[in-house]
C-alpha cells in the first residue's frame, strides 16, 4: 500500500501556472522566429547554429515544466508514504465494554479475558512502545493517553470495567484511538477488541467508514479482534439467557483490510491469545514516511543547472 499526502497542499494550486508557462514559451517562441524571418542571410545564420535554423526548444520547456512542478511540489510538502518493516510502533488498545462484554463463553468472561490478554501483550512488547487506552460502548473514553510506562498501562487495562451506557460506537473508538496517534513518529496501531456490532451513528455503516477513512488518511493500521462465540451467558443473568456475538465481521474486516491490519475471530481464550500474538508479530510491519522536498529541491537544482548549459550551448541565442 503506498499514497502520497502533503503537509502544505494549498500551494498545489500554483500548479495550475504550469499552462501560463506552455503559453508564454511559445509565444515567445513566435517573437523570436518573426525576429529571425527579418534576416536576409540564412546560410550566415546556420553556419553560426551548426543546427536548424529555427527550433520550438522543446527540450527546454520539458526541464523549465519540471523544475517548476518540482519546485511547487517541495513547497506543498509532499510526502511518500509505504507500508514496510518497522522498529518500533505505538499502540492504542480499543476495549469493548459494553454489556454484552459480561458474557461467559470466554472464561471467565470476555471482558476479563480481553482484559488479561490485553495485559499479556504489552508485557510481551519488545519494543519501546508507547501505548494508549480506550474504552468504548455507547461513548468513547480515554482511560490513557500514550505512555511508554508498561506497568502504568497494565494497571489502567485491569481498571476497565464494564459500562453502564449502552450501545457499541465503533467508529468512536477508531476516531479517538486516531486522534491519540497523531503526534507519534513511529508505526500507528489501534488494537480493537469487540464483541458487537456499531449501534451509534445516524447512518451506521457510512460511520465506521468515515471512521476508517480518517484513519487511513492519517496511516493507522487496525487490528480487530471479534471475541465470542455464537451464544454465551451473561454473569448477571441466568444461564438460560443467552447473549449472541453479533459483531459485523464484513465491517471488522474491512476496517482491518483497508488500513492494511488484520481481523481476527475470537471464540474461546486460545483463540484470543492467539490473536494478540498475531499482532505482536505483526507490529513490525507499519507505515513509513519519506519527506520527499529535499530531494524535489535537488532535482530543480539540477535541472536549472542542465537548463542554463543548454541554453549556452545548444539553444544558444542568435540575434
Keep these: 500500500m503506498v499514497s502520497f499526502t502533503f503537509d502544505n497542499p494549498i500551494y498545489l494550486w500554483y500548479l ?3 499552462p501560463l508557462l506552455a503559453y508564454t514559451h511559445f509565444y515567445f517562441f513566435r517573437h523570436a522566429k518573426t525576429r529571425a524571418m527579418a ?4 546560410e550566415a545564420l546556420k553556419r553560426v547554429t551548426g543546427e536548424k535554423l529555427i527550433t520550438k526548444n522543446i527540450l527546454l520547456l520539458i526541464i523549465r515544466i519540471l523544475i517548476l512542478a518540482c519546485v511547487i511540489l517541495a513547497a506543498s510538502g509532499a510526502v511518500f508514504w509505504y507500508e514496510g518493516r518497522v522498529n518500533e510502533n505505538d499502540f492504542v488498545i480499543a476495549i469493548d465494554v459494553s454489556a454484552s462484554m459480561g458474557a461467559q463463553d470466554v472464561k471467565p468472561t470476555r471482558i476479563e479475558a480481553a482484559k488479561e490478554t490485553a495485559v499479556n501483550f504489552v508485557d510481551n512488547l519488545k519494543t519501546k512502545s508507547s501505548i494508549g487506552v480506550v474504552s ?6 480515554i482511560d ?3 505512555i511508554d510506562n508498561k506497568n502504568s498501562v497494565k494497571k489502567t487495562i485491569e481498571n476497565v470495567e464494564i ?4 450501545g457499541t460506537d465503533i467508529a468512536g473508538a477508531i476516531i479517538t484511538g486516531t486522534n491519540l496517534l497523531l503526534n507519534s513518529e513511529k508505526g500507528k496501531t489501534i488494537v480493537l477488541i469487540t464483541d458487537g456490532s456499531n449501534t451509534v451513528g445516524a447512518f451506521i455503516s457510512e460511520s465506521v467508514k468515515g471512521s476508517v477513512d480518517y484513519a487511513v488518511e492519517h496511516h ?6 471479534g471475541v465470542g462465540s455464537e451464544t454465551g451467558p451473561i454473569g448477571y443473568l441466568p444461564e438460560y439467557y443467552n447473549v449472541s456475538a453479533v459483531y459485523n465481521e464484513n465491517i471488522l474486516m474491512e476496517a482491518s483490510n483497508t488500513t492494511g491490519g488484520y481481523f481476527f475471530k475470537a471464540m474461546n481464550r486460545d483463540e484470543l491469545d492467539q490473536a494478540y500474538k498475531d499482532i505482536s508479530e505483526a507490529a513490525k510491519i507499519g507505515f513509513i514516511d519519506i519527506k520527499l522536498s529535499p530531494v ?4 530543480a537544482l539540477l535541472l536549472l543547472f542542465l537548463e542554463w548549459g543548454l541554453i549556452s550551448t545548444r539553444f544558444r541565442k542568435v540575434p
Design 163 to 166: 459500562a453502564r451506557m449502552g
Design 16 to 18: 495550475l501556472s504550469i
Design 296 to 299: 524535489l529541491m535537488l532535482i
Design 144 to 146: 490513557s493517553v500514550l
Design 220 to 225: 493507522v493500521m487496525i487490528h480487530s479482534i
Design 136 to 141: 468504548f460502548s455507547g461513548t468513547t473514553f
Design 39 to 42: 534576416f536576409a542571410n540564412f
